[in-house]
């Protein structure tokens, strides 16, 4: 073993102590590894107790949101093999910024993880890759293969409910699958609740005329899970959702989760009247609302800026 990789190792070791803080000097340490550089920590970090390994993950998720500089994809890729199946499902998730096609590969591979919080992890993570494929920046071979494998999960009986509904999830992107939007109006009438409410997200994310009328009887459904949803979906819609805001504002005063995700959906939608009602709540005494409401005018702005200058 050379001396740079020995030093690498001896370097990563106290990351393993359980009895020690996480510091971010130490955490830095995993940004940009090479294949080299792999190995040593390979090597280390299986050492580690499991509950250790699952805490540097999440570490390094919330490190990176906080500085781009930073570049931990190769030691989560990595982590994707981990023996623990809580520390591959936290890597899928650390890797939400990923929009490679190896890693799209990784993700399809993991559908057939033996842990369903894995395969729940993976069918989550697809979800961009569907949106790439609606838009046409994956080549249609590989939109069509992961079509292909979205509607395998979600008709297998022996996938849980969680990696089932997933799927039904990603499925919306794919506006112009028969196959697709049908596995939706499905998941609709699906007796799980939780299910159903996928199929709201869904049909938001198709962005199909046929499914505003299913999204605007559940902004006013008596499941609060479900007007959840409904308001998730209408900001799916951006602009089209604009037929759906007379409906959508009695939402902005429910319960703060509720309130919050239909304050995010006028932020999408966009328009004169969202904008009104936004200002108005950005001088909101709920902080939460308030934040919201800036935030969602701060996006409004930027639209409104000519792309020229």
Known sequence: MNETLQSLESRLAPLGDVGRPLAHHDLKLLSALDHEGLGGFWQVWREFPAERRLEVVQALDALSEDNIDLDFHPVLRACLS?????VRAAAVAGLWEDESERTMERFLAMLDDDAGPVRAAATIALAR????AEIGTLSVSTGQRLLTELLRVTVDPEQPLEVRRRAV????YFANSREAQAEIGRAYAHAELAMRESAILAMGRSMRPTWFPYIERELQSPAPSLRYEAARAVG????????LLTALLPLVDDDLEISLASIWALGQVGGPNAKRILERLARSQEPSRRQAAHDALAELNLEDVDPYF
């Open 82 to 86: 981990d023996p623990d199946d809580l």
């Open 169 to 172: 999830e990603a499925l919306g």
């Open 129 to 132: 890759f569907a949106y790439r």
């Open 236 to 243: 799916e819609l951006a602009e089209d959702g604009r037929p």
